[in-house]
RNA sequence: GCCGGGGUGGCGGAAUAGGCAGACGCAGGCGACUUAAAAUCGCUCGUGGUGACACGUGCGGGUUCGAGCCCCGCCCUCGGCACCA
């Protein structure tokens, strides 16, 4: 035992809960509440859903990033918002309850306490006090507040939308849940059924949505993604007689040029019309081929490519031609897109000539490249000039496009549209832990209302059609306490059966309350508002909190939030902002995702076995081997880590090994922010033994000036490491402190230098940044002291090395001053030997010189 | 199939207005200190060659005095979408 030895050591684990002691009471990191002018920065984390399992390596690797930004930035001179909060609501919590009968709030609970305590362990500079939980009152209340400004916009609606209904479990399961009709957990029938659901119009805002995506600074994949799920598609609607009926068929064509090319139509097989226009010859078969398509997701109708279908008997007419065009109906025209009809035009769709060949029906051209009509081979979608299309020969696809839909609309028969991909969203879940819905509905009796009572059973009708919100004073609507959680025979779900919360009575009269429950988007939908003023008992957030510190300027979180979570957010930020209640258009100017963290990489044989790395060789040709025996082929691969995989990393067990300064350093060392990155626990030892030095140099800094060279690292380095963090290239920002470091250390540790280190690392490793500067006998804390400014004459050497290349090949290197011209270059090479040597080999053909950069000579 | 991102030493990665490829770190090798080990410090470390040199950024072409970076054609890989008329 050597009590002197262990004290010369850094030591992460007395000095990392040392220093989180200091900042709690210190109340370091308490936001102001209003913001300078000019100063505001709203740095924001996606938060977390709470979890049983914890954090794992994943989450701390966005929080830090954030982190080191925002810790820069108050230094900088920012008053910054960076808040915490828990997306608390959830499945996992009521699965939970239904598997053990705690009660999910319980359970919540307590994976908020762990999440918690897990966070303030990694040091993160949130300020705690604006704390949010989607699933308290007082946060609830905003969410259902929230809710009724959609209702009373219109923007909330009921609608008969099909479920997957697993009687077996008892409950309703999500798309993905169910495979091959089946439910992923137990393999039970699931059948679609239609089911009463809330929803909102978000398709309102389709073109809104669309537009802002040109306003911000995200991802182009993310903006991408976006548009393509809202998928606006232009075109026209045209309108077919149908032969010897009064019906007309509408469809939806982007390609209203092709329509000489018609053979054929096809409507989806739950299109209103199949049944009328069906003749008796085929009714049956057509009732055959509609009764399996109906039980089929669009999941399970989209997993199979194969061309299906069934002819109805019936004939449509061409409105430009009269042609009479054979009616089908097939399953790969989607009833819920466009019209749920469609022209076919073998000729160039590559689906309808897909059916056309199956069914071998006529594909006629009607657009040419060269204005001649040849056997078609495969679909031709491209553009070009029309052929066998009556006066409209000879035009250009867009000209025609035009100047058929307008004709068409002039003689009725057809008009402009615009179709989206995006559908209204269903908001409604049949669950128990998620925020009830601020409605409730009439009730009609069969009796006297007073003497007949719901709650027991008498007979009733709730009048769905009349839904009628909550007053504002009254919320929020509560969950029922309960203590069975358990799926049942109605998959109207666990509320629906809690009767004495259900059904009350008001005026003499009875009314029931909406029993369906809010998804999980709706908390994580406005969180980052309330962080603007979560404490608000009065408001939702007050204007003039909102407009100081909207919108928020960085937003980070997982690439897998691209589509619905942050389209969904959006959503209600427009609608918020129309009613005035907000005051800019778009929630997130800055979107960043970070990376996925792989497990460390797996060495396998091809029977499946492990090896290590140590065992593993690369040969001459590129392939990874086996050293005992080359035979033996390896993959050497990094998986996502997962429970079952076994490659999971637990923060806690990294922070009690290495502190979290290191677990922080090394997640920002290992590769960029955004890209995916194999997890190495070999290589944390590297950093922690970068912040052993740091922490040396800080315990040995001598008085002594710095030198010239060192002088200029220093400042070469402030430079280097502000500007990768406000690039958040935090890899290089590292890299940057242990050059540094290493200069310092060489140098004899001189103080000024020594500080200016702690300064620069202070953000990513803030508890070891605070500790050295208490070591160079400076007052608590670093956080509050100037950032570092790097003096620009400092920046750059007087003198440079020029490398010089004979035809393109490095030959040598001169020392030049900063601003040496050509001349001088070109004497400076001649005057060396083995330069001039070379150069005396040939006849000079030509000399290129970039200044501070290359001298080359083209010898030939 | 379509749309994006990415292929650089044994490993993670650095370097793009086109200008010394491999910064920084891991792993490895040699050495110093130590009774020894750990820790620390120093040197070394793309491949071939004693060396001068030659070859090297997924593959094949091209542009250029000069290409990891730009252009054309492929291969692999990771994400997303997938009958949207």
Known sequence: MDESRTEERYEPATIEPRWQAFWEKDDTFRTPPMPREGKKLYVLDMFPYPSGAGLHVGHPEG????????????????????????????????????????????????????????????GFSYDWSREVDTTDPEYVRWTQWIFLQLFDKGLAYQDEIKVNWCAALGTVLANEEVIDGKSERGNHPVVRVPLRQWVLAITKYADRLLEGLDHVEWPSSTRTMQREWIGRSEGAEVVFGVKGQDATIEVFTTRPDTLFGATFMVLAPEHPLVAAITTDTQRAEIDRYVAA??????LDRQSSKEKTGVFTG??????????????????????????????AVPAHDTRDFEFAKAFDIPI???????????????????????????????????????????????????KKRVEYKLRDWVFSRQRYWGEPFPIYFPVETEGDPATSDPRKGDAHVIRFDQPIAVEVSELPVRLPETDDFQPGD???????????????????????????????????????????????????????????????????????????????????????????????????????????????????????????????????DGKMVLEADPSVVIEAKAHKMSKARGNVVNPDDIVRDFGADALRCYEMFMGPLEASKPWSTDSIHGVKRFLDRCWRLAKDAKDTAPDDATLRTMHKTIAKVTADIDGLRFNTAIS?????????????????????????????????????????????????????????????????????????????????????????????????????????????????????????????
């Not at 398509?293 to 669009?298: G, M, T, V």
């Not at 009616?327 to 466009?338: N, P, Q, S, T």
């Not at 620009?792 to 035809?807: A, G, M, R, S, T």
């Open 63 to 122: 929080y830090t990033a954030t982190d080191i930004l925002c810790r820069a930035k108050r230094a900088q001179g920012f008053d910054v918002l960076h808040p915490m909060g828990w997306d608390a609501f959830g499945l996992p919590a009521e699965q939970h309850a239904i598997a053990t009968g705690t009660h999910p709030a319980t359970t919540t609970q307590k994976n908020i306490d762990n999440f918690r305590r897990q966070l303030k362990m990694l």
């Open 736 to 860: 940057a402190m242990m050059v540094l470091s290493n200069d310092l250390q060489k140098a004899g540790a001189p103080k000024a230098g020594v500080e200016v280190l702690a300064q620069l690392l202070h953000p990513f490793a803030p508890h070891l940044g605070e500790e050295m500067w208490s070591l160079l006998g400076r007052e608590a804390s670093i956080q509050k002291v100037e950032w570092p400014v790097a003096d620009p004459k400092l920046l750059v050497d007087d003198e440079v090395e020029v490398p010089v290349q004979i035809n393109g090949k490095k030959r040598g290197v001169l020392v030049l001053s900063k601003d040496a011209d050509q001349d001088t270059a070109v004497a400076a090479a001649k005057a060396d030997e083995r330069l001039a040597e070379l150069l005396a080999a040939g006849t000079l053909r030509k000399t290129v010189w970039v200044p501070g950069k290359i001298l080359n000579f083209i010898v030939g």
């Open 364 to 414: 006629v051209q009607v657009v040419s490249t060269d204005g001649a009509s040849s056997t078609l081979d495969e679909a031709m979608t491209e553009y070009g000039v029309a052929v066998s299309s009556g006066k409209y020969d000879g035009m250009k696809t867009a000209d025609m496009k035009a100047a058929i839909t307008a004709d068409l609309e002039a003689e009725g028969k057809g």
């Open 293 to 298: 398509s109906k039980n089929k997701s669009d």
């Open 490 to 620: 109605d998959p109207a779900g666990v509320l629906a059966r809690l009767a004495d919360w259900r059904f009350f009575q008001k005026d003499g009269k009875w009314f029931a309350r909406e029993t369906n429950t809010m998804p999980q988007w709706a908390g994580s939908c406005w969180y980052y508002l309330r962080f603007c003023d979560p404490h608000n008992g009065e408001l939702a957030w007050s204007p003039e909190a909102a407009k100081a510190w909207l919108p928020v300027d960085l937003y980070m979180g997982g690439a897998e939030h691209a589509v619905l979570h942050l389209l969904y957010a959006r959503f209600w930020h427009m609608v918020l902002y129309d009613q005035g209640l907000l005051p800019v258009p778009e929630p997130f100017t800055k979107l960043v995702h970070q990376g996925i963290i792989l497990g460390d990489v797996e060495y396998t044989d091809p029977e499946g076995n492990r090896h290590p790395a140590s065992a593993v060789t690369k040969t001459k």
């Open 314 to 343: 019936g004939f449509a007419i061409n409105p430009v031609n009269g042609a009479e065009v054979p009616i089908w109906i097939a399953d790969y025209v989607l009833m819920g897109y466009g019209t749920g009809a469609i022209m």
